[in-house]
């Protein structure tokens, strides 16, 4: 699930965030031209990663400087995991108030502080362990994000055990739909409006099996009132992108599956448009999912 050398950083440590159960580390990334009431990027890296891999690969800090947009970047540590993995299917790492949900909650609350940053423009993104971690912080916190964007994840509360966790990656069983939206709407008290959903995988992931991305799409459909398929079909590059709009035309879901590609984040590192990097799970497919999520967020 996802590595990269540590050669060079452009993001300082966070060093102090309040409480902090899930014992995670934190980076940021706040660039020159980020202004009073800026918009906040919230970046989980998957397994084998730092945040300093994911971000030299995905190209998220070179978008910040285009767009004025700080970052932060929790980071997982092998005391906790021995892949570096966000622990998405431990009880205590799944619920409002507790464990890794509870210290990436901290770290915002501090960076929405010393920043000055807008609170209603504080989004989440993550790619594997990442991608599954940030279902749990949209599932948990729904207030705190306008947005989520899911890269080669798993819904929310899909597994509860490490041996479920293998089952569901490889795309084997997992809840019923009604019961995936019964998990998120009992994971807080929160009543709307929810946060919008980029769903992106690979066609061909051996690691994740992409019906997981469907499942994170079924997940949210009742919870923004749009069951069914998507109201329409998009070519993005040569991709397909599904949208499923409300009553109101407004854009709740989105759904790219990226046709022959594996396990990792989808980038194009070439051209004038270019960003990040290209490595074991950065794949250079020709689209930037980094670059089309910030502009499903309003950030580009």
Not at 283 to 290: D, K, N, T
Request: overall charge negative.
């Amino acid at each position: 699930m996802a590595s990269s050398s540590v050669s060079y950083s452009r993001l300082t440590n966070l060093n102090e965030f309040g409480n902090n159960p899930g014992s995670l580390h934190a980076d940021i990334y706040i660039p020159k031209n980020f202004s009073k009431n800026g918009p906040l990027v919230v970046v989980l890296h998957g397994s084998t990663q730092s945040a300093e891999g994911y971000d030299r690969g995905s190209g998220w800090s070179e978008l910040a400087d285009e767009c004025g947009i700080a970052l932060l970047y929790p980071g997982q540590r092998k005391t906790n995991n021995p892949l570096s993995s966000f622990n998405w299917f431990k009880s205590g790492d799944t619920r409002r108030g507790s464990g890794e949900p509870l210290s990436i909650f901290h770290m915002i609350e501090q960076v929405v502080e010393d920043h000055a940053i807008d609170p209603l423009r504080v989004f989440i993104t993550g790619m594997s362990s990442g991608g599954a971690m940030a279902s749990v912080m949209l599932a948990t916190y729904p207030e705190v994000f306008a947005g989520g964007a899911i890269i080669a994840g798993l819904p929310y509360r899909s597994a509860d055990n490490l041996m479920e966790a293998m089952v569901r990656m490889k795309g084997v069983g997992g809840p019923s739909d009604s019961r995936l939206n019964s998990l998120v709407r009992g994971a807080s008290t929160f009543e709307g409006p929810w946060p919008t959903i980029s769903v992106w995988h690979g066609g061909s992931d051996s690691t994740v099996d992409n019906a997981n991305a469907d499942a994170i799409v079924r997940q949210w459909q009742a919870i923004h009132q749009v069951e069914g398929p998507p109201t329409r079909v998009e070519d993005v590059v040569g991709f397909p992108r599904l949208v499923w709009c409300n009553e109101a035309g407004q854009e709740g879901i989105e759904e790219y599956i990226i046709g022959g590609m594996g396990h990792g984040t989808p980038i194009m590192a070439s051209g004038e448009k270019g960003l990040g990097e290209e490595d074991k799970y950065m794949l250079e497919v020709g689209i930037s999912s980094i670059r089309h999520i910030a502009y499903f967020w309003g950030l580009s």
